[in-house]
């Protein structure tokens, strides 16, 4: 019963995507049918029009349009640029094909629309995502995989060849990639009562070794470092479709800090686009003050930690929970960092059987 | 000094043994040298009688010598005024040979060029120069002759008279010379380039000696009007001068001297003259000291109430044709082309006219290519010290958005009754404060109109890269937006693409 809800999500979702992509190609249309220069408006993504939403919990683009105007002749590439971007993601989505940023490079140019550089395409793959307040996902654009699951979840797949199989999550001991096939899988279902996103691959792997998975009821994800927008997407919808509670644990350092404040609370650079947060998730570790506490082994803080410190301690992100401004403070008066494998000097088992249930229990 | 010298040796020996002056300085420098005075003759020849010019010239191996000299035979013919049979043998045989002291721009300044070309054959080779003229009669007169260095006098060894049946007229000069050709080769080329450019009514043809022909072809049958004779202007005397002029002088008092052998000067000039230099209107010039000589020198510099010049004794090239003969000879993309008001220094009338061209076959080199003219004659030599080429060097050429890189020539002609050459040799124009600022003021005049032409060009590329952008992009969203739209039909773009074509875009 509810799997047929999800379907009709997933199926108003992807039509909607076409629709968003066909009406503004209808747009465009029109205005040159009517003799105008065609041109589009958008919300302005420099840095004075983004701005945090406390409510939302996010940054959010401000009130400020931009135009893109194909009669502006230093316009007129980028225009073009976008409207075959547009083309070409309608394309991908309608026959339910994938792509990268990098192929989308090199697919440009079988329509002789040449790209200066990668940036240059990525740039134009934001507009659009700017233009229809959709992310690149929805339009089967994807990075390179790299970020993992691995947990009692079972899925179906909707990708064509695969619809309607269903795949549990523990059946691959490295975890599954979360790649275009998983990000448009509707979730049939999981026993677990939380997720534990972890930054790096290495202890990730160690977690599945140890059965954290079972000791602790969790879904672990592996993000890799900064996670990836589909990965980001992903632990929303578990926090939101299965209410589970997202716990977060990464070095212990003002990056890896970071890390966990942007699957919570999002980044500047993705302001125009939603569903990429999960503002309940928490961040349980290593903080500063876990340092401190079990006495880890630790580096000196640089100059450019104490940099990155300062400024996050002035970002709006950071104002909404007492504990990051005491962290801050903490990792500024002790000056010291420290990984997450620090924990093994204290035995190979000791960060799964202390360390994590511990946190668990303060974080909740 | 001069003066001494002249009383001492005759005036061919004084050129025979001051070669160098007159620019026969080497056997690179004389084949230059003697093809240029002979065509410039011959110009002035046909330019006298309003004739557009024909000039042949045609150089071959006489007999062969070593590497660095041989001996060429030299065969210029023209189709000018001819020369009346009693004036050849003087005319090519006589150093400085004149019948009345007047002053008309002309390209050969000294008088002596082509006799010094003959000279310098007779001196080199021992052998005679051929001269056959004719003024257009029922009669061809031939000569030949040699130079009597010593005594400054023609020798005559043949005199032939043939019937004209075809009205031929005209003068042809044909004699031997020593000379390097190989190395005078990239100049004489050069010159008769230069000489078409400032003379484009010109026909003019040479031969060299492996049998090549270069071919000037004239791009218009219009002509300058020709230069009227003058006097002096008071200020431009000096003491040789007015020697001079008082041996030919038929007046016999110093009133009617002044008034009929000077430029702009009348009965009450005069008189006002004479009674500031005291000196008796009644008296006979011919009778004044030699102190009496340079007083009087000086004092016709100090009066300041002589009118200035006027120009009627120049010929300029005049805009259309110098703009005729750089479009022929460089092609260029852009043109502009100016002739100043005439001014004078030390009483001597010039005009000044200029040209700026941009592009076609003026190469970019590091410099701008330069190129100088006086009284429609090329300046090939000493570049550098020329007052053109100083100016050139001095302005602030940023200021005309210019930089040295571009395809620019640059065109300096100066008109006068006595170009102020630096030397014998006619090389290069010195440093006349006139002279420099009229050169710069004129400069800087052309040099504004081809700003706007650079500006109104850069413009007009912008104009063309936007609409090529246009051109290129608006279809491709024309068919994208149809696709994405899931249309049939694509939109027609041609009104669009109109109404962004700027005028001066193809």
Redesign the interface.
């Known amino acids: 019963m509810g799997s047929n809800k999800k379907e009709r999500i997933v199926g108003n979702k992807k039509s909607k995507v076409l629709s968003s992509l066909k009406n503004l190609g209808s747009r465009v249309y029109n205005q040159l049918e009517n003799g105008f220069f065609p041109s589009i408006t958008m919300p302005s993504r420099s840095t004075e029009n983004i701005n945090y939403d406390p409510d939302l919990r996010q940054y959010i683009l401000g009130e400020k349009i931009v135009l893109r105007n194909s009669r502006i002749f230093t316009q007129t590439r980028g225009f073009t640029q976008l409207v075959w971007a547009a083309t070409f993601s309608h394309e991908l989505a309608s026959q339910r094909k994938t792509s990268t940023l990098r192929d989308v490079y090199y697919s440009a140019q079988a329509y002789e629309m040449v790209f200066k550089d990668q940036q240059e395409s990525n740039n134009i793959i934001t507009d659009l995502e700017t233009v229809l307040g959709l992310s690149r996902e929805d339009f089967n654009i994807f990075p390179e995989e790299r970020s993992a699951v691995f947990g009692d979840l079972t899925i179906a797949y909707t990708v064509p060849g695969y619809e309607g199989r269903t795949l549990n999550l523990t059946s691959h001991p490295d975890g599954v990639l979360i790649g275009p096939a998983l990000t448009s899988a509707e979730f049939v279902g999981t026993t677990a009562d939380k997720v534990i996103a972890i930054e790096k691959g290495g202890l990730f792997t160690r977690f599945v070794e140890e059965n954290v998975h079972k000791k602790f009821n969790a879904l672990l994800i592996s993000t890799a470092g900064q996670a990836p927008r589909a990965t980001r997407h992903f632990i929303r919808r578990l926090n939101r479709e299965f209410n589970l509670p997202v716990y977060i644990f990464t070095d212990g350092d003002p990056w890896g800090m970071h890390i966990a404040m942007v699957i919570i609370s999002g980044s500047a650079n993705a302001a125009h686009l939603r569903e990429l947060t999960t503002p309940d998730a928490k961040w349980m570790g290593v903080w500063a003050s876990d340092i401190v506490d079990y006495k880890l082994p630790t580096y000196p803080l640089k100059e450019v930690d104490f940099t990155r410190l300062h400024e996050l301690q002035r970002d709006p992100r950071y104002q909404t929970d007492p504990l990051w401004q005491k962290e801050i403070k903490t990792f500024l008066k002790i000056r010291k960092k420290a990984e997450q494998e620090a924990f093994s000097r204290y035995g190979l088992t000791y960060i799964v059987d202390e360390y994590l249930p511990a946190k668990l229990g303060e974080t909740k | 000094m001069a003066q001494q010298t002249f009383q001492e040796i005759s005036a061919s020996d004084f050129f025979y043994r001051n070669r160098d002056i007159a620019g026969f300085t080497n056997p690179t420098r004389a084949i230059f040298a003697t093809i240029r005075e002979l065509v410039e003759n011959s110009l002035d020849a046909a330019e006298t009688i309003k004739v557009l010019p024909d000039v042949y010239v045609r150089l071959s191996f006489a007999k062969v010598g070593n590497q660095e000299s041989q001996v060429f035979k030299l065969r210029v013919e023209d189709n000018g005024a001819g020369i009346l049979p009693k004036h050849i043998p003087s005319a090519f045989g006589q150093v400085l040979y004149g019948s009345k002291y007047t002053l008309k721009q002309q390209r050969g300044t000294f008088g002596l060029g082509g006799k010094m070309a003959i000279l310098y054959g007779q001196i080199t080779t021992h052998q005679p120069a051929h001269v056959t003229s004719s003024t257009g009669t029922a009669k061809i007169y031939s000569f030949k002759l040699m130079m009597d260095i010593q005594k400054n006098r023609p020798i005559i060894l043949d005199r032939r008279v043939s019937t004209n049946k075809g009205q031929w007229r005209g003068t042809i000069v044909e004699f031997c010379l020593e000379g390097d050709y190989l190395r005078a080769k990239p100049k004489v080329l050069e010159y008769f380039k230069q000489t078409a450019m400032v003379n484009p009514y010109a026909n003019l043809t040479f031969v060299d000696p492996k049998g090549r022909l270069y071919k000037f072809t004239r791009g218009t049958t219009s002509m300058p009007d020709p230069p009227k004779e003058t006097e002096p202007h008071p200020y431009g005397v000096d003491v040789e001068l007015l020697q001079r002029l008082i041996q030919v002088t038929p007046y016999k008092n110093m009133l009617e001297f002044l008034k009929n052998e000077f430029h702009r000067v009348g009965e009450i000039t005069a008189q006002k003259f004479l009674a500031f230099s005291n000196l008796s209107p009644r008296k006979n010039p011919k009778r004044l000291s030699h102190a009496e000589l340079v007083s009087l020198m000086q004092n016709l510099k100090k009066f300041e109430k002589f009118l200035p010049p006027d120009s009627s004794c120049l010929s300029p090239l005049g805009e259309d044709l110098l703009k005729a003969g750089i479009l022929k000879e460089l092609k260029p993309e852009f043109l502009v082309v100016h002739q100043r008001k005439p001014s004078t220094y030390a009483g001597h009338p010039f005009i000044i006219e200029t040209a700026i061209a941009y592009g076609g076959e003026i190469p970019k080199k590091n410099n701008f290519v330069i190129y100088r003219f006086a009284n429609k004659i090329p300046l090939l030599y000493d570049e550098a010290s020329d007052v053109s080429y100083r100016v050139i060097n001095s302005m602030n050429w940023s200021r005309y958005k210019v930089t040295q890189d571009m395809p620019i020539a640059i065109v300096v002609h100066i008109c006068s009754t006595k170009v102020p050459y630096k030397t014998v040799g006619k090389e290069f124009i010195a440093d006349r404060p006139e002279v420099r600022r009229e050169i710069a003021n004129e400069l800087r005049g052309v040099a504004r109109k081809l700003q706007h032409f650079l500006s109104r060009r850069a413009h007009v590329n912008k104009e063309k890269?936007?609409f090529s952008?246009?051109i290129k992009?608006?279809p491709?969203?024309?068919q994208?937006?149809?696709?994405?739209?899931?249309?049939e039909k694509i939109?027609d773009?041609e009104?669009?693409l109109k109404s962004?074509r700027k005028f001066g875009i193809e």
């Open positions: 890269k936007k952008v246009f992009y608006l491709k969203i024309a994208f937006s149809t696709d994405l739209a899931g249309k939109p773009i009104k669009l962004v």
